[in-house]
């Protein structure tokens, strides 16, 4: 599998289970290290990045983000050591985390249950892109950033990382078609291959006339 993307290109890649973008997804973050061939980031092989840039460097906003218990702040800050307030209140403005935090009378101090029980599922959500935002990362990945929530709660999601991805390079992976206006190419994958990669609007009309195999399923 070889693709490159140019810095600020909105790029999703979709795959029926089992495809590889789960794979795919832990080489970009370099949880995985590719047998053969290398991973490269603004030229640089990702080997040779210390794990922790490499990270802060990229915006991760995954599944089912994980929360533990304790204040609303100290959830938002994990993984960004060397943030300040300010940071984290820009995140979270944009990330839609104010809205609820306000609501509040503790404010960011407000406690939250273990695996963020006392969230709500967009709540959950909006703490994972705050999270990735915080640190100003050139690059965002998304995992099926709305796979647990409603059709609402999945438009505003998808509001606020149409701002929040303003000038940065994505990388989408969903197989929810609502979130497919973030991006304006598409990749294709099947049995750890890449197989459509084009304009967004291109390949979706092949998959429409069957000329494209390899979609139908969730990672």
């Known amino acids: 599998m070889s693709f490159s993307l140019r810095p600020g290109e909105r790029v999703g890649i979709i795959g029926r289970i089992g495809s590889g973008k789960t794979t795919l997804e832990k080489l970009v973050l370099g949880l995985y290290q590719p047998s053969e061939g290398s991973v490269l980031i603004d030229g640089m092989d990702a080997r040779q990045i210390d794990p922790v840039d ?36 820009h995140a ?73 991805s303003q000038g940065k390079t994505i990388l989408l992976v969903t197989h929810r078609t609502a979130l497919l206006t973030l991006v304006d190419r598409l990749i294709v994958i099947d049995g750890g291959r890449i197989v459509a990669d084009g304009a967004k609007d291109q390949v979706i009309e092949a998959l429409k006339q069957g000329r494209i195999g390899g979609v139908g399923g969730r990672a």
């Open 54 to 89: 490499l990270r802060r460097g990229i915006g991760h906003v995954p599944q089912d983000p994980m929360l533990f218990y304790g204040s609303l702040k100290h959830n938002l800050l994990v993984g960004a050591p060397f943030a300040d307030e300010t940071d984290m209140l």
């Open 92 to 164: 979270a403005r944009i990330a839609g985390v104010d809205d609820f935090a306000a609501r509040n009378p503790k404010g960011y101090d407000m406690l939250v249950g273990e695996r963020g029980e006392s969230l709500s599922g967009g709540q959950r959500q909006s703490i994972a892109v705050a999270r990735a935002l915080i640190n100003d990362p050139a690059i965002l990945l998304l995992d099926e950033p709305s796979s647990n929530l409603d059709n609402q709660s999945e438009a505003q999601l998808k509001r606020r990382l149409e701002e929040a």
